[in-house]
Nanobody, 125 residues
Framework: QVRLVESGGGSVQAGGSLKLSCTVS????????MAWFRQAQGKEREGVAI????????YYADFAKGRYTISQDDAKKTAYLEMTSLKPEDTAMYYC??????????????????WGQGTQVSVSS
């Protein structure tokens, strides 16, 4: 059974940094893409960043550009989201998601083959 295990969330002050991790367990298959989404209380879920594991190409939501970096470690089957210059409006539950193949249009539809359990990020002013 495939699981996405997230870690790294927490509480920081504005301007601080956090690094989230998402590790694929239970499957030796390499995911086609891995992404981070977030959902703030009372708001819809939104895409943060995605990495296509084969080419290593990445895409970011506008609010993430210049502050967030998504990366991967193939050997560890782990994707990371490094967040800097955090703002109170970044407060949300952050979810890792993965697509097994190109058939899952993860970034454009928000539909994933697998989801993590979520990790809370709280930024105080």
């Amino acid at each position: 059974q495939v699981r996405l295990v997230e870690s790294g969330g927490g509480s920081v002050q504005a301007g601080g940094s956090l690094k989230l991790s998402c590790t694929v367990s239970g499957d030796s298959y390499r995911m086609y893409s891995m992404a981070w989404f977030r959902q703030a209380q009372g708001k819809e879920r939104e895409g943060v960043a995605i990495i296509y594991t084969g080419a290593g190409s990445t895409y970011y939501a506008d609010f993430a550009k210049g502050r967030y970096t998504i990366s991967q470690d193939d050997a560890k089957k782990t994707a990371y989201l490094e967040m800097t210059s955090l703002k109170p409006e970044d407060t949300a539950m952050y979810y890792c998601a993965a697509a097994r193949s190109t058939r899952t249009k993860l970034w454009t539809t928000g539909i994933a083959d697998y989801w993590g359990q979520g990790t809370q990020v709280s930024v105080s002013s």
